[in-house]
């Protein structure tokens, strides 16, 4: 098992930035890649970024491309999502996931956590 808890939600200016945070207990976080996903109201759950094990990969989603950074540290168990230049339609629940590798992919997650809010205002 992996427990995952995401925190740094907050509501933001459009133009703003936010980091947020993925604190992962329970089975060894470095085995793990760990991926961002994002769902709005109304609309599914969607990709947002990925990071290997190792950091050495990252996958981002062509919509945040540019704007936003994913990093870990093993050493904390946590993965980050820095968010800049945010925009309203960025406004969602990000939720972070535990997978055996980099994925676009909801179903090869293995672990979830709560989510955080994300709310951007124009």
């Known amino acids: 098992q992996v427990q995952l808890v995401e925190s740094g939600g907050g509501l933001v200016q459009a133009g703003g930035s936010l980091r947020l945070s993925c604190a992962a207990s329970g089975r060894t976080f470095s085995a793990y890649a760990m991926g961002w996903f994002r769902q709005a109201p109304g609309k599914e759950r969607e990709f947002v970024a990925a990071?290997?094990?190792?950091?050495?990969?990252?996958s981002y989603a062509d919509s945040v491309k540019g704007r936003c950074t994913i990093s870990r540290d093993n050493a904390k168990n946590t993965v980050y999502l820095q968010m800049n230049s945010l925009k309203p339609e960025d406004t969602a629940v990000y939720t972070c996931g535990a997978a055996p590798r980099v994925s676009r992919v909801i179903d090869e997650y293995d672990y979830w956590g709560q989510g955080t809010q994300v709310t951007v205002s124009s």
């Open positions: 990071i290997s094990w190792s950091s050495s990969t990252k």
